[in-house]
């Protein structure tokens, strides 16, 4: 007890001493428990982030057209945290799927120009759509999400398994296979 009174007067805990803590803690808790810190004011920031080594391959690969890479550049902001579904508003706490037309609104397009790239991004397996649940007059709504091996906006160590599932195929085209970096 002497010596944890010294580290703690003296400006630090012994490592061997926090890591007991903390395996205590874990052990009483049955859960896993470690030391950080409090949340900044930062911790809220949304973010989404380019594979750099991928977007470069892709680049190197004349893999997207100009119209296809400003396209990707404007969805940044209206992809969804840990989902990467392209959402009307992501700040909110269940975000609602963008439709092609809203979409093209998003990022001030026409439909037709909007619905063209979104189709092309699809077959070249950046894009995935599916159905989104809510049903706009008679025609079938889908959600549009993002390849997270492209962008992702979401824990990189922790993929949606949705996402996974989504895009395991398109990571089997030819381009797309020999990506460098590979979150899954």
Do not use: W
């Not at 470069?56 to 209206?78: G, H, N």
Request: hydrophobic share 40%; proline share 4%.
């Amino acid at each position: 007890m002497e010596k944890l009174k010294y580290a703690l007067d003296h400006g630090g805990i012994p490592q061997e001493q926090l890591e007991k803590a903390v395996e205590l803690l874990s052990y009483g808790t049955g859960k896993e428990v470690y030391i950080g810190t409090k949340r900044s004011p930062q911790s809220k920031v949304r973010f989404a982030q380019f594979l750099q080594n991928n977007l470069e391959f892709l680049r190197e690969r004349k893999y997207l057209t100009a119209r296809e890479k400003t396209f990707l550049i404007d969805i940044v902001p209206s992809i969804a945290f840990d989902s990467n579904c392209i959402v009307l508003d992501t700040k909110v706490k269940n975000p609602v799927p963008a439709n092609v037309s809203e979409i093209a609104e998003l990022i001030g397009s026409n439909r037709s120009n909007t619905s063209v790239v979104i189709n092309s991004l699809k077959r070249k397996g950046i894009v995935a759509k599916a159905e989104s649940g809510v049903e706009n007059t008679n025609a079938k709504a889908y959600a549009i999400f993002i390849n997270p091996h492209v962008i992702y906006a979401g824990d990189k160590e922790n993929v949606n398994e949705a996402l996974q599932v989504m895009f395991n195929k398109a990571m089997k085209m030819a381009v797309l296979k020999e990506l460098p970096d590979k979150l899954f």
